[in-house]
């Protein structure tokens, strides 16, 4: 059972998740986050709280842009900063200074008794304008090391073998392949 | 009792209810604070969570800066937003938007029983330049509506007389006075 409010989540995930052969269930709804500067730490408090309301396992998706020119901004803030600065206000902020950033990703689950987290990475780095309709958020100002292209350019069949999202559920995955929860 | 981790806001808030002839004692921590969009929803879920573990009357104060040209950033985050962008930031991200803006402070109030908040607003306009070595935070590049310096050029007596957080304050402080709490 994955937990988020976001379609566009849910789709990169299930896609993910089902070329391992696992198949997963929405439940669509936004939670409690706090004021924090890791992503780890929020997604933890998250789950805990979600535990109590929600007793079998569930696992929850972060996803925070981190520039290193920035102090790490917008991070844990990301979705809030998107809504309101957008891709222009960080372009802004960027001018004249060297654009390298990472998208980190936490996949935070809950067994049922323990919690578990698995983080993907994506270093790269911020173009000087947008460029490209696929995928959300961020995706087209952020072009991958060793690539032209920025996210916003690649097909989201494209965008999973190499993001931060693909890297952190491929680990969930193999986590669960390794126990007796798997395939069920 | 007034809950925070910050000397600044404790000095500036003691001085303003002394002058009432209201005493305050400082309990120095740092409690949670959710992820929201408005200061108001977010201090009085701190509050709430706090009261499980102090029974007895204590206030909180919360203070955003919202840019009308920016859709209300940093507003919620403008702790966050100022450690990691500082004022260089918002002056960047103005460049070219006009810089009307607000300062909103909460002050929530745990009675011992009931939660109540009082706002204050001050408005003003944002500096082309960071200007004073007073106050704090994004004092030195908010000038209020009317003068033509900035907070950070006022000494904490006339930012006092005039400020979101006096305001809130002093509607706080009318509120004790009108009850059988007053002087305790």
Known sequence: MFITSNAH????IREIMNASGIDIIWKKMSYEEIQEDTTEIISLDSARKLSVMIPEPFFLEDTGLYIDGLGGFPGPYSSYVFRTLGNEGILKLLAGI???ASFITVVTYFTGKDFLQFKGELKGSISNNPVGHEGFG???????DGYTQTLGELSVTDKNRI????????KFV???KNTENYGK
């Open 9 to 12: 989540k849910f789709g990169e």
């Open 98 to 100: 060297p654009g390298k």
């Open 138 to 144: 961020y995706d087209p100002i952020f072009i991958p």
């Open 163 to 170: 993001s931060h999202r693909s890297r952190a559920v491929a």
């Open 174 to 176: 193999e986590f669960l």
